[in-house]
């Protein structure tokens, strides 16, 4: 089944940009159909006459309407920019965003480590669930931990056409 065409008056450009960023190795699968829901709203936003990306155009597409998380507008922002930087080399008038338009800030990753009496939970081993991602299924593989001192951490990916996995041991 064939995608649709992009069909704003930035198609071309978009279109482009995908190309780029796919000979560069990225799949831009997701962000493909980002894109093309950025395009639906451009086709509606942007005057055919002289099609330029301003800050105006990204504050109304980004801008918080109740249906999207806060993270979801960081990622559209964040493609949005890309799309722009690369559209600015060709024609200089289009605005690019900066980090931090409209006060989206990526949340920074805080992790939560569980102390030795947590882990123990009062018994002398927990089971840890370990899901992934197989042919569109997800699998999940309970992992008995015996102690919070000596773990074996299992970590599986696909590369290619096959999946490869590696053991190593922590020490604590």
């Not at 309970?142 to 990916?157: A, F, K, N, Y």
Request: aromatic share 12%.
């Amino acid at each position: 089944m064939k995608a649709m065409a992009f069909t704003s008056p930035l198609a071309d450009g978009i279109e482009r940009f995908l190309q780029y960023k796919r000979s560069l190795g990225c799949r831009y699968r997701t962000e493909e159909g980002l894109l093309r829901c950025f395009d639906r709203f451009l086709g509606k936003h942007l005057k055919a006459a002289d099609p330029v990306i301003s800050l105006d155009v990204v504050r109304a597409y980004v801008s918080p309407d109740g249906r999207r998380s806060e993270t979801t507008r960081g990622h559209r922002l964040s493609l949005i920019r890309e799309l722009c930087r690369f559209l600015a080399i060709e024609d200089p008038r289009t605005e690019v965003p900066p980090r931090r338009f409209l006060g989206i800030h990526p949340r920074p990753f805080i992790q939560r480590v569980l102390s030795r009496q947590e882990g123990k939970g009062g018994s002398s081993f927990f089971s840890m669930t370990v899901f992934w991602a197989f042919s569109g299924k997800v699998l999940g593989l309970d992992v008995p931990i015996r102690s919070m001192d000596t773990m074996e951490v299992w970590t599986l990916w696909h590369s290619g056409n096959w999946w490869t996995s590696s053991t190593f041991r922590t020490y604590g």
